[in-house]
């Protein structure tokens, strides 16, 4: 940008895009040795990316009942002993509760699965009322997605490997 009406202040030449030249300090890294050895020593420790998988298979996931109950020997939280006996009253193992709870339920399979239960209490009304058929055709598309869909895949896969 040249000097002039726009460029009123000579800003020109800082924002412009001119040329960068090369940095002229070269990196050194003195610890690069240490740091390589560390690193192999942490991989050899943690193991492979695939004995890693294997543990998290092994490991179940606990139910959301087991996860709300609290005793003296198995507490609901790692540091609720450590608390002051003052702090740890119902009110605030309830707080716990809850707070668990309302993360189990912000999970993707307990907001597929509420949205499900919504959907067939809500279409299990004309029932009530006495229209047998209007809740069939409700329910058509429950049943027939998921068949359908796999019947589009398995057509794709054919198509692709013939």
């Known amino acids: 940008m040249a000097l002039g009406a726009g460029d009123k202040f000579g800003f020109g030449k800082l924002f412009g ?3 960068r030249g090369k940095a ?15 690193f192999k020593k942490l991989k050899h420790c943690l193991g ?11 490991v179940g996931r606990r139910s959301i ?26 009110r605030s193992l309830a ?16 907001r597929i699965a509420a949205v499900l239960i919504c959907y067939v209490l809500i279409w299990l009304i004309p029932i009530l009322l006495g229209q047998p058929l209007m809740t069939v055709f409700a329910f ?15 057509l794709v ?3 692709f490997h013939a």
């Open 17 to 19: 895009k001119g040329q």
């Open 24 to 38: 002229s300090v070269a990196v050194v890294d003195n610890q690069e040795e240490v740091k390589e050895e560390s």
């Open 48 to 58: 492979s990316n695939q004995a890693l998988r294997r543990a998290r298979k092994r």
């Open 65 to 90: 009942a087991a996860q709300l109950q609290h005793s003296a020997e198995t507490p609901i939280h790692p540091l609720w002993s450590y608390l002051p006996s003052e702090s740890r009253s119902r």
């Open 95 to 110: 707080r716990v509760r809850l707070r668990r709870l309302w993360a189990w339920l912000k999970e993707s399979r307990q």
């Open 140 to 154: 058509l598309p429950l049943v027939l997605v998921p068949p359908v869909g796999f019947l589009i895949y398995w």
């Open 157 to 159: 896969w054919q198509e």
